[in-house]
C-alpha cells in the first residue's frame, strides 16, 4: 500500500469544530489538505485530479450535496468520495451510497473508525490502480501479439477481441464484443459452452482451463477450421483469457505425413506379397526341378554310396521347400487374403505349433472378421510378432489369443501367456530384442488403422497385450494391390 505522505484531500465542511476535527485526523497521518465551505467554493476550482478523497458534508449553507456526487466522480475521477453528516436518514445514505461513495459517517466521528477508513480506502485505491496498470500492460501485450486473445467474463460474453482474433475469425472487435463466445465454436460445442462455464465455477474443475486442447472454431462465414486453445482463468480480473492458435497447416502437413506413412507401409506390404510370389513362382518350382531330378538319378546310379548321397541331398532339399513354403507363407499368407483374420489366426496357430513347439489356444469371433484388408494384415502381424516374443523370452509353451467384438463397431484382440513376464522399466527393449519391431513399433503400425496398444507384465505374472482397433475404419480404407 502507498504511504499517505502528501496526498491530497479536499474537505468541504461548513462547521468549524467538525472541521477542525477532521483536519486534526489528517494532519496527523500527514494528508495535505484543501478546505472549502460552500458548493460554490468547492466548485471554485480546476485541480480536481490531483485528489485522492473528497469528504464532504451532506447540507452544506448553499444547498444539499445529493445531486453533485456523478459530477464531483466526474470532475475528480481519480477521487474517493467519502460523506459526512449530522442527519441520520436511511434514504440519504442510501442515496449516497447508490452514487459509489466509498463510506458514510454520522457526526460526532470516531476517529479511530475515520482512520481505518482512510486506510481502508487507501489501500483499495492502491490496488485498483495496480490492476489498472496490469490491464494496460496486459491491454497493449494482447493488441500486439501474433496469436488471436480473447477475453470473456463469467457469463461467457467476449470482453476483449484482438487484432489478430479479428484477422483469424473474420468478425470486428465492436461487431463481436458482448457476444457469447459460443459463436466461435461449432455444435455440440456451441450449446454446451456456457454449461462448461458453469460446471467449472461450481467445481473449479476444467478439462479446458490451464490446459492446451485442439477444438474447432467458426469463422464469420461458417467455415470451420481446426484450432488449439489455452485457456486462463484470471479472477482478480473477473474474466477467462483464451490464447488461440489456427493449427490448419499443421494438421494439413500431419495428415500427409500419415497418409505417406501408410502408403509406405502397404509399399512394404507389397513388397512382401511379390517376395512371396516369387518364392512360390519360381524357387518353389525350381526346388521341386530339381528334387525331380534326384529321384530319376536315384533310380538310375547302380552305386550304393552315391545312392546315399543322392537320399540326402533329397532331404536337404526337402527340407529347403517346406521352409520356403513356409517363409512364402508367413510373407504373404494367403489364407489372410482369402478368408479374413480369423481362419488366419488358426493357420499362424497350426504353424506355431510345427515350427515352435507353441501351443496357441484360439477364442475367436468371427464376427470381428474386418473387411478391410489393411485391418486384417496389420493385426495380423502384430499377432504374429508377439507371439514370437513369446517364443523367445516367455518361458513357456502356451498362449493364449482371443479376438472379439465390442461396441461401437471395434475390433479387440488380446495376445496373452502365463511366463516368466517383463520388467515394466524394459518392455520395449525386450520386445525390440525379442521380435526386432519393438513397443513403438507396435503402436506405429495399430496407428495406422487408428487402433491402439497396450502391455501389461510383471515379473513372474505373465503378460497381457491388448489391442483395439476399429472394425471398419474409413483409416484403413486403401486398397493394399498394386496399381
Not at 308 to 321: F, K, S
Request: include cysteine; hydrophobic fraction near 40%.
Amino acid at each position: 500500500m502507498r504511504d499517505a505522505q502528501g496526498l491530497p484531500v479536499l474537505l468541504v465542511e461548513a462547521d468549524p469544530e467538525s472541521r477542525a476535527q477532521i483536519i486534526q485526523i489528517l494532519s496527523s497521518d500527514n494528508y495535505r489538505i484543501d478546505t472549502a465551505e460552500t458548493i460554490a467554493q468547492m466548485m471554485d476550482r480546476d485541480n480536481w485530479s490531483d485528489y485522492f478523497l473528497i469528504i464532504l458534508e451532506h447540507e452544506l449553507p448553499d444547498g444539499r450535496t445529493d445531486d453533485l456526487l456523478p459530477k464531483l466522480q466526474q470532475l475528480a475521477p481519480n477521487a474517493e468520495l467519502l460523506v459526512i453528516t449530522s442527519q441520520s436518514r436511511i434514504e440519504n445514505m442510501v442515496i449516497a451510497f447508490r452514487n459509489g461513495i466509498a463510506d458514510y459517517f454520522m457526526k460526532p466521528i470516531d476517529p479511530d473508525l475515520f482512520r481505518s477508513s482512510l486506510k481502508r480506502i487507501l489501500h483499495n485505491q492502491t490496488v485498483s490502480n495496480e490492476l489498472l496498470q496490469i490491464q494496460a500492460q496486459l491491454k497493449a501485450v494482447v493488441e500486439s501479439a501474433i496469436e488471436a486473445v480473447i477475453t470473456i467474463n463469467r457469463s461467457g460474453f467476449i470482453k476483449s477481441f484482438n487484432p489478430a482474433a479479428e484477422k483469424m475469425f473474420g468478425y470486428s472487435a465492436s461487431e463481436i464484443i458482448n457476444q457469447n463466445v459460443s459463436l466461435l465454436t461449432r455444435s455440440p460445442t456451441r450449446e454446451q459452452h456456457d454449461q462448461y462455464i458453469s460446471d467449472y465455477l461450481e467445481t473449479g474443475v476444467s478439462d479446458v482451463v490451464g490446459a492446451r486442447r485442439e477444438l474447432k472454431g467458426c469463422r464469420r462465414d461458417g467455415t470451420i477450421f481446426p484450432i488449439e486453445l489455452s485457456v486462463t482463468d484470471l479472477p482478480q480480473f473477473g474474466i477467462f483469457a483464451g490464447i488461440i492458435a489456427d493449427i490448419s497447416e499443421r494438421k494439413q502437413s500431419e495428415q500427409k505425413q500419415k497418409e505417406l506413412t501408410r502408403a509406405i507401409a502397404i509399399a512394404g506390404q507389397q513388397e512382401r506379397r511379390q517376395l512371396a510370389n516369387l518364392l512360390h513362382d519360381h524357387l518353389q518350382q525350381l526346388l521341386v526341378g530339381v528334387r525331380i531330378h534326384l529321384e530319376i538319378a536315384k533310380k538310375d546310379t547302380p552305386v550304393e554310396a552315391i545312392k546315399q548321397t543322392l537320399e540326402r541331398a533329397d532331404e536337404l532339399l526337402n527340407q529347403g521347400i517346406e521352409l520356403t513354403r513356409s517363409l512364402t507363407a508367413e510373407l504373404n499368407p494367403v489364407v489372410l487374403h482369402e478368408e479374413g483374420l480369423a481362419t488366419a489366426l488358426e493357420w499362424l496357430s497350426h504353424n506355431m505349433k510345427e515350427r515352435y513347439n507353441l501351443t496357441v489356444t484360439l477364442d475367436l469371433d468371427r464376427r470381428a472378421n474386418s473387411p478391410n484388408e489393411l485391418t486384417n494384415i496389420v493385426l495380423y502381424e502384430c499377432i504374429r510378432e508377439l507371439l514370437f516374443n513369446v517364443v523367445k523370452h516367455s518361458q513357456t509353451t502356451q498362449a493364449q489369443v482371443r479376438m472379439g467384438l465390442l461396441s461401437e463397431q471395434k475390433i479387440e484382440i488380446v495376445v496373452s501367456d502365463e511366463g516368466i513376464g517383463f520388467d515394466p522399466q524394459q518392455l520395449d527393449q525386450q520386445i525390440s530384442d525379442a521380435s526386432g519391431i519393438g513397443l513403438s513399433n507396435i503402436e506405429f503400425r495399430l496407428s495406422l488403422i487408428q487402433g491402439k496398444f497396450w502391455l501389461e507384465s510383471s515379473s513372474g505374472q505373465g503378460t497381457i497385450a491388448r489391442m483395439i482397433a476399429p472394425l471398419d475404419s474409413e483409416e484403413a480404407k486403401i486398397s493394399t494391390d498394386g496399381p
